[in-house]
């Protein structure tokens, strides 16, 4: 249950797409269920979004940027396919894989609400999912 900020510039016109990529990408990967999703998706004017390159000699044009937000469990293999899975999705859809910066936390099943104030995982509401890698 990965929950996934995406923030792009305006000049990007095609949200759904991006945020349908980066979804698939992480379905195909983590084998999550399909309707288990929740993204934030913002856009904002490019000069807000600062995402240079860290000392890698590339020069972003447009970034994407990507923060995922899911329970710990998940291998650096798991990882790494899925990074690598969502810059070739984000390519199809006409993001240059130059243009994307995923950021990834990951944190336990006390530090999820789904509502009510209640953390469903902790009260048995939800099964606590399994880490795949």
Known sequence: MPLVRIDHSTARTNSTEISDAVHQAIVDVYGIPVRDRFQVITTRDAHSIVAEDAGLGFERIDPVIIQIFTQ??????????????????????????????????????????????????????????????
């Not at 998940?74 to 999705?89: G, S, V």
């Open 72 to 133: 710990r469990g998940r291998t650096d293999d798991a990882k790494q396919e899925l990074y690598a899975r969502i810059a070739a999705a984000l390519e199809d859809v006409g993001v240059a894989g130059v243009d994307v910066f995923i950021g990834y936390v990951e944190n336990g099943p006390q530090d999820w609400s789904f509502g009510f104030g209640r953390a469903q995982y902790m009260t048995g509401e939800l099964a606590v999912p399994a880490g795949r890698s």
